[in-house]
C-alpha cells in the first residue's frame, strides 16, 4: 500500500495509516468471503484506530460530533429500548436496543477518528479498503464460474462434516466429502458489495490519473458488477443498480437526487404497510413471472402487516417479530406446502410492526437527516455518498432483519468506509498526478 502515499513523508510517519489499512484490506474480502465477520471486523478496526488515536496524542479525536443525523438515530435506538415496558419479552427488546446503541456508538467513534486521519494515513486505509474489495469480488467471480470449488477445497481440507455445515440443503455429499455446494450458498457473498463499492471508488480517487486511476477504477467496478450480477442476490443487484442510478442523477443535479431519495425514503418509511396489503390484493405471490424468492416475501410481508393494527401507534416491542410471528404459511405455489417466517426481509416494515407509527416516523426523520448531511460534503463526494444511501435503502427493504448484529455491523463498517473515502478526495489535490 505505497502507489499513492506522498514519498516525501517518512514511512515512520505512516505506519499507524498502513496497520489501520492492512485490517481493511483483510477484513474486507473476508467479509465477502463470510458476511457475518464484519462483526469482528468493526470493532477491531475500531480498537486498532482507538489505539492508533492515544499512541499519537489525538485520543480528543475520539470524540463524536453530535449532528441531525446521530440525535435521530440515538432518539430511534431509545424508543427501541423503552418499546421494552410492553414488549411480551422485555429483556429481548432491550438488550438488543442496547446492542444497536453500542454498535452506532462504535460506529460514530470510529467515522470521527478517519474523518480526522492525517492525508497520508488516510491514502494508506482507502488502498486497504479498494484492494481489498477488489480482491474480496474477484474470490466470488472465481467462485461462482467454478461452482465454488476453492470453498468445497477448504471444507474438505479442514475434514468438515455434514453436522457442521449449515443449512444441510446445500451440500451435496459422496463418501464424506462435499462435491457440490449450492450457487444459494453464494447469496451472503454479494450483500456487501453494492455498499463497499461507492466508498471504495472514492479512494482510488487519489491514484495517479494518468497512470493507475482510470484502470483500477473501471476494473474495481466491472469486477465488483460481474460478482453481483452473477450471484443469486436478487437484493443485491437491485441495491447495486439504485446506487448507480442515484450516482448518475447527483453527477446531474445532487439536489435533485437528495429530494428523489428523501421522497422515495419517507415514502418507504411510511407507505410499507398498505403496500404490502396492495401486492397480496394483486394476487402477486403467485405471478409467474416474479422469482420464487420476491412470492415468498409478498407472502411474508402481508402476513407480518395485518398484524400491524394490533398495536399501530407503538409497535409490539423491538425484536419481537421471532417472538408474536404466526407460525405457518401457504407456499407461493402448490407443491411448497408450508412454510415458517424466517425474518421479516423488510426493515421499514419490520419498523412498523414493532415500533409502530412512532417508530416509522422516527426512522423516516434519521433517514431525512442523513440526506441532509450528505448534501454539506463536498460536490466530489456527494454523488459517491448518494449512491451509498440508495443501496443500503433497497439492501433494507428486501432482506435479513433489522437487529441481526452483523447486519447492522455492516451498515456501520459502510458509513464509516464512506467517510475514509471522503476524507481520501479531500487530500487527492494535494497527490501527484
Known sequence: MFSSAPQTVPLRSRVWGIALGTIIMVGTPTMIVSAKTVQATLPILLAAALGAAAA???????????????????????????????????????????????????????????????????????????????????????????????????????????????????????????????????TRNAVPIPLLIWPALMATRALPAHLWRPAVSATLFLLCAAAV?????????????????????????????????????????LSVVPAAYLARQLDLQTASWLQLSARLRIIIWNEIARLVPEAPI??????????????????PTPDWGT??????????????????????????????????????LTEAARPFAFALFAAAAVQLAFSYNLWQIWFMCLFGFAVAMGTLGNNVLAHRKSQPR
Not at 414493532?354 to 417508530?359: H, K
Open 56 to 186: 499519537r496524542g489525538r485520543i480528543a479525536c475520539a470524540k463524536p460530533r453530535l449532528n441531525g443525523a446521530v440525535l435521530s438515530l440515538f432518539a430511534l435506538i431509545a424508543y427501541a429500548a423503552l418499546s421494552g415496558l410492553w414488549a411480551p419479552d422485555w429483556q429481548l427488546s432491550v438488550s438488543i436496543s442496547l446492542m444497536a446503541a453500542v454498535v452506532a456508538l462504535g460506529t460514530i467513534v470510529l467515522i470521527t477518528l478517519l474523518h480526522a486521519e492525517s492525508a497520508e494515513d488516510a491514502l494508506h486505509m482507502g488502498e486497504g479498503l479498494w484492494i481489498g474489495l477488489l480482491v474480496g469480488a474477484l474470490y466470488t467471480v472465481l467462485e461462482i464460474m467454478s461452482g465454488q470449488s476453492i470453498k468445497i477445497w477448504a471444507y474438505n481440507t479442514l475434514g468438515l462434516g455434514p453436522d457442521e455445515l449449515q443449512p444441510a440443503r446445500y451440500f451435496t455429499w459422496k463418501d464424506g466429502r462435499v462435491i457440490a455446494v449450492h450457487p444459494d450458498d453464494l
Open 229 to 269: 450480477l452473477l450471484a443469486t442476490s436478487e437484493t443485491a443487484k437491485l441495491a447495486l443498480f439504485a446506487g448507480v442510478i442515484a450516482f448518475a442523477a447527483a453527477r446531474f443535479s445532487w439536489q435533485m437526487a437528495r429530494y428523489a431519495l428523501s421522497v422515495a425514503w419517507i415514502a418507504a418509511c
Open 314 to 331: 407503538l409497535g409490539h416491542g423491538a425484536d419481537m417479530t421471532y417472538v408474536l410471528q404466526p407460525v405457518t404459511h401457504e407456499g
Open 339 to 376: 412454510f415458517v417466517i424466517p425474518h421479516p426481509h423488510n426493515v421499514y416494515l419490520q419498523t412498523w410492526y414493532e415500533l409502530g407509527l412512532a417508530g416509522a416516523v422516527l426512522l423516516a426523520i434519521f433517514g431525512f437527516m442523513l440526506l441532509r448531511q450528505i448534501s454539506t
